[in-house]
């Protein structure tokens, strides 16, 4: 996805996409397959947390609000470039056709 993004917004700082990166990967290291957040078990049975871990809730929920925020954004940007690649290829398509 990142290469997407940043063949999509190639000027843009790149900054704002390590910090998104750096988000995930923190929470990726926490919970590799979105187990730990959800069940107190792997499916073989496994307990996850054998530690007390203190979260801020509040830090985690900023956080997965800007990262939404940005996903959203990013997506609805990307969509809407797509969108007009392909009316701008139909377009200029219908007009050669005139030609031969």
Same mark, same amino acid.
Request: glycine content about 2%; cysteine-free; aromatic content about 12%.
């Given at each position: 996805?990142?290469?997407?993004?940043?063949?999509?917004?190639?000027?843009?700082?790149?900054?704002?996409?390590?910090?998104?990166?750096?988000?995930?990967?923190?929470? &990726?290291?926490?919970?590799?397959?979105?187990? &730990?957040?959800?069940?107190?078990?792997?499916?073989?049975?496994?307990?996850?947390?054998?530690?007390?871990?203190?979260?801020?809730?509040?830090?985690?929920?900023?956080?997965?609000?800007?990262?939404?925020?940005?996903?959203?954004?990013?997506?609805?940007?990307?969509?809407?470039?797509?969108?007009?690649?392909?009316?701008?290829?139909?377009?200029? &398509?219908?007009?050669?056709?005139?030609?031969?």
């Amino acid at each position: 996805m990142k290469v997407l993004i940043r063949s999509d917004f190639p000027d843009d700082d790149k900054s704002v996409l390590n910090v998104v990166e750096d988000y995930i990967s923190q929470f &990726a290291k926490v919970d590799k397959n979105s187990f &730990a957040f959800r069940y107190p078990i792997t499916k073989d049975l496994t307990l996850i947390n054998d530690k007390e871990k203190f979260i801020n809730l509040r830090n985690l929920a900023e956080r997965m609000d800007e990262l939404e925020s940005f996903l959203s954004t990013v997506s609805g940007v990307m969509s809407t470039h797509r969108d007009f690649e392909k009316e701008m290829a139909l377009y200029y &398509a219908s007009e050669m056709d005139g030609y031969y």
